[in-house]
């Protein structure tokens, strides 16, 4: 027979976990919802951020740069961001949910050179100017426009500049580079090849590992190229905390500051103390807070007066090396810290 | 003495598990029309014994026949489709399913026409129906055919898992610790109920602890102990306090002194009670 | 427990409320009430939401991991779960544009194999968990792995179609489930409306057909079905082949939507996010309890909140939170509500 003690918990325990779950759902979301930017509806010209991660601190001085642009300009910003520097999947659901969203326009580091086209397509269609940001889409006219730095230009200096200092010795090259359809990734290690004087199949390359543009993993891709090749004393890093990284790999293998000469892409001021403290021997410098600004401010404009951006816009770039070498223009570690972010 | 061929019987069933023996050569017969108890202390081998005559679990050694064909059960499948059904100790109900889908698990009715054949439909509201005229017959009370046989109290269960096997089962059905878990007004009706199924023509193996209830119910009584049958009794010819010294060890049986392996002694009949 | 005198009755066991308690406590009801209040909240707070467009988006948002969490229900359903369901349905993916670029096929051809990658997959998967009985968390964490890999090697980490080539070069039959019709101001996807269809197939074999009832017996307790004569083994392979067969269908669907063979595909979200609509949906992870139709409504539920946290200016980080108290939440109240052993 029914056990009536049973029903009756039954019974309440269903109303109070329904109202429990509706009660917290609410609370959340509005709690999150109070800390949002507050939109005036119509007026403001909404801009959208969508960057590869939210925790690289290149990302985070980005958007930052944007946030205080929009604020200067009257206009409200909606970020968005993938969980990894490849999640593609996210960033493409941001571009759709931020066009229904009613922004003017988007400002996009594309994960992947080719996956996010599509949407991107879709919202261009519907009347969305799209800007790439730092790294472009391939092919490039995916977007309105490019804002970002030259990367193949910043891979040239900093492979010119390895290639002074180690001028005479016998050099055994590490490449530590992020995912295979990152267009800035292939960008920077090309150029740096072609700064570098050496060919893709060089024999003088020992190693290639995916660091995926964070510390930790450097550290191991570069562990596993240590073990394959001791030797290793110029190391190629994709950015800044890539090549925090790899130094910790190379300092737990006895390697010292002078012996080994390790360049990177950023200009940010971690990284630039890092050049400071001789564990980075050069880095180009690039300007990301540029890169927002300018961004915002071409939406806002195309906003107001309906001109849309085109083409490559270089934000520009700098080599900062604490030690300058004949043959290679570079900045010091004071204009450096001086023009850094983050 | 007319010599009546089992319906079913095990001859020698030897039965491991690593290094423990389970059954040790051990014997059964179950005659058309009678409720036959299988006892025994704890590791004695009841339930090993049933499992090989359910398809559960494949003797190591020893034969089985059923209508005096040998026979070898390779699954719990083969031997229902054999006509054996039983009731598990832990009677193996699908505890989210309903009363009607626990009744049909594994012999599901379909739909007829085009809906059955070629999408495979189930015919729920006839198997419902069915189930409930089933349950009635056998006067299994429950109040709603819908819930999930979770709910329903340990009688209840124990009344589906019973009509379950009383459905089915063309030949004989087993039932392992049918009254364990419950209170005395569901044995009862568990009792009855058992009754009721071998008064209908299923002859019934019944494995239980509680001896009132076995001498209330067996025609016969299979003592085993240590993986062998010891001795076959009736309630006519002996007591319980004698049964459970012979289960115990404290009397021996009479098949311990005579048991052969692989022989049988005389048995007694029902002619000779 | 027959009394006639209603007035005396306690308020819990009266008829009218019996039949409201019947109700709330049919599965899928409680998913179904979240949902409607998310979505009741969301078009308070953002008059863009409950528009046409904007709800066909969600669906095209939710199609992939919708499809995806069929298979992973029925895998959880037999008290299993499917780490591998992303990964495989990524090198599904990669099969189905290499083999029509690449290599020539014909693209239903290259569908069809694709397809048949997946289901390969779900045969390794259900041998090892039916047969050699290994449990499925390892089993399908190593299958994780290998369609991991597999993707990578096989794509040589290119994004598909490779080159520099703008429209997108796909055949048009790889593209199909993305093309619309309209209905009123609103596109809709054949995609979304093929994720309807799968659903209502699934419901059908589910709740309608013995195999259904074979599959739930299993996972409430598969000695119990394997003691009443349902063949566990068969039914635990068929059921990892048929989510085998979900996971080409979605990446079919993944292909159509972004347009390219993606190797980075499936690694996070599609993956965790089948198994939290599952969750989600009230199917206990426990097994032989739940539903597809919950199963749905878990995936719009995670839908809805990433698209109507944007278009209310709310970081879709914030999203995560939600999402991960969702579904604690979720499991407590399936757990109060129905006294289910988790």
Not at chain 2, 249 to 270: D, F, H, I, N, S
């Amino acid at each position: 027979m029914r056990d009536p003690q049973r029903e009756h918990t039954s019974w309440r325990t269903l109303v109070l976990a329904t109202a429990l779950l509706a009660a917290v759902v609410g609370t959340t979301v509005l709690v999150a919802a109070a800390s949002a930017k507050p939109t005036s509806q119509g007026a403001t010209v909404k801009v959208g951020l969508i960057t590869k991660d939210a925790t690289n601190p290149f990302f985070v001085k980005m958007r930052a740069g944007a946030t205080k642009a929009a604020k200067r300009l009257g206009a409200s910003l909606i970020y968005a961001a993938g969980k990894s520097s490849s999640d593609n999947a996210s960033q493409i659901a941001a571009i759709e949910n931020m066009t229904t969203a009613g922004v003017k326009g988007i400002l996009i580091t594309v994960a992947d050179g080719k996956a996010e086209n599509a949407a991107i397509a879709k919202a261009r269609k519907a009347g969305v100017i799209v800007i790439a940001l730092d790294t472009p889409t391939v092919p490039k006219s995916a977007t309105n426009a490019l804002f970002a730095t030259n990367n193949f230009n910043a891979g040239i200096l900093i492979g010119k500049y390895a290639r002074a200092a180690t001028k005479g010795k016998k050099v055994t090259i590490g490449m530590i580079d992020e995912h295979a359809g990152s267009s800035v990734g292939a960008l920077r290690h090309n150029g740096f090849l072609k700064g570098f004087g050496i060919k893709k199949n060089s024999k003088l390359i020992a190693c290639a590992g995916n660091g995926e543009g964070q510390t930790a993993p450097s550290q191991t891709a570069m562990e596993n190229c240590l073990q394959k090749n001791p030797k290793i004393n110029v190391v190629y890093t994709i950015n800044e905390p890539s090549a925090l990284g790899a130094w910790n790999a190379l300092k737990k293998a006895g390697k010292s500051k002078a012996g080994t000469t390790i360049v990177s892409v950023d200009g940010g001021c971690a990284g630039v103390r890092n050049v400071k403290a001789g564990i980075i021997d050069a880095t180009s410098q690039q300007y990301p807070l540029l890169m927002a600004s300018r961004g915002v401010g071409a939406v806002v404009k195309f906003a107001k007066t309906g001109k849309k951006p085109s083409g490559y816009t270089d934000t520009g770039v700098n080599l900062i090396a604490k030690k300058p070498l004949v043959g290679v223009k570079s900045k010091s570690v004071k204009y450096g810290l001086a023009n850094c972010w983050g | 003495m007319s010599e009546r061929q089992p319906l079913l019987e095990a001859r020698g069933i030897v039965k491991r598990f690593g290094h423990v023996v389970a059954l040790d050569g051990a014997d059964f017969e179950l005659y058309p029309d009678e409720i036959v108890a299988v006892i025994g202390d704890n590791g004695a081998g009841k339930s090993t014994l049933i499992k090989s005559l359910s398809g559960a679990l494949q003797p190591d050694r020893g034969e089985i026949r059923l209508d005096g064909k040998p026979v070898r059960f390779r699954s719990p499948g083969e031997a229902r489709r054999a006509g054996i059904e039983t009731v598990y100790q832990d009677l193996a109900v699908a505890p989210s399913l309903d009363i009607a889908s626990n009744i049909f698990l594994g012999r599901e009715a379909r739909r007829r026409g085009p809906l059955g054949r070629a999408l495979r439909m189930l015919a729920k509201r006839t198997m419902r129906r069915e189930a409930a005229l089933h349950l009635r017959e056998l006067q299994i009370g429950v109040q709603s055919m819908s819930q999930p046989v979770e709910n329903l109290s340990g009688g209840q269960r124990q009344g589906v898992a019973v009509a379950r096997a009383a459905k089915w089962a063309q030949r004989v059905a087993i039932m392992d610790e049918p009254t364990a878990a419950l209170g005395v007004k569901e044995t009862r009706q568990v009792l009855d109920l058992i009754l009721r199924v071998r008064d209908r023509g299923l002859p019934v193996i019944l494995i239980s602890h509680d001896m009132p209830n076995v001498f209330e119910l067996a025609d016969r009584i299979q003592i085993m102990r240590l993986g062998r049958r010891v001795a076959v009794v009736t309630p006519q010819t002996h007591s319980m306090s004698e049964a459970v010294a012979i289960m115990t060890g404290a009397t021996r049986g009479e098949l311990e002194l005579t048991l052969v392996k692989g022989r049988p002694a005389q048995l007694p009949t029902e002619e000779d009670a | 427990m027959n009394a006639t005198d209603t007035s005396a009755q306690p308020l819990w066991e009266r008829p009218a409320i019996q039949q409201v308690r019947r109700v709330l406590a049919a599965p899928a009801v409680g998913p179904l009430i979240a949902l409607l209040l998310t979505m009741a909240f969301f078009s308070l707070k953002s008059d863009r939401f409950l528009q046409g467009p904007n709800l066909s988006l969600v669906l095209q948002q939710v199609m992939v991991v919708g499809v995806l969490a069929i298979g992973q229900t029925l895998v959880i359903l037999t008290a299993g779960i499917d780490l591998s369901a992303g990964t495989v349905m990524a090198f599904g993916q990669i099969v189905m544009t290499k083999l029509a670029i690449d290599s020539g096929y014909s693209p239903m051809t290259a569908i069809l194999l694709g397809i048949l990658a997946c289901v390969a997959f779900g045969m390794l998967n259900g041998g090892l968990v039916a047969f050699v009985r290994l449990p499925a968390f390892i089993v399908t964490l190593g299958t994780l792995n290998i369609a991991f890999a597999l993707t990578h090697i096989y794509s040589n980490d290119l994004t598909y179609p490779p080159g520099e080539s703008g429209a997108s070069s796909l055949p048009s039959a790889l593209l199909f489930f993305g093309r619309t019709f309209t209905i009123g101001h609103t596109d809709v996807t054949y995609g979304v409306v093929f994720m309807f269809v799968l659903f209502a197939l699934a419901w059908f074999v589910l709740t309608q057909t013995a195999w259904g009832r074979h599959v739930y017996a299993t996972g409430d307790d598969a000695e119990a079905a394997r003691l009443t004569g349902v063949k566990t083994g068969r039914v635990l392979l068929s059921v990892y082949i048929v989510a085998g067969l979900m996971y080409g269908l979605a990446a079919w669907l993944l292909v159509s939507r972004t347009e390219i063979g993606d190797p980075n595909a499936g690694q996070t979200t599609e993956n965790l996010d089948s198994i939290t609509a599952v969750v989600l949906g009230g199917t206990s992870l426990f097994g032989g309890r739940g539903t597809v139709i919950g199963t749905l409504i878990g995936a719009i539920i995670v839908g809805v909140f990433r698209n109507g946290l944007t278009l209310i200016g709310v970081e879709v980080i914030y999203q995560y939170l939600v999402t991960g108290i969702l579904v604690i939440l979720a499991v407590s109240v399936d757990q109060l509500t129905h006294r289910r052993r988790l």
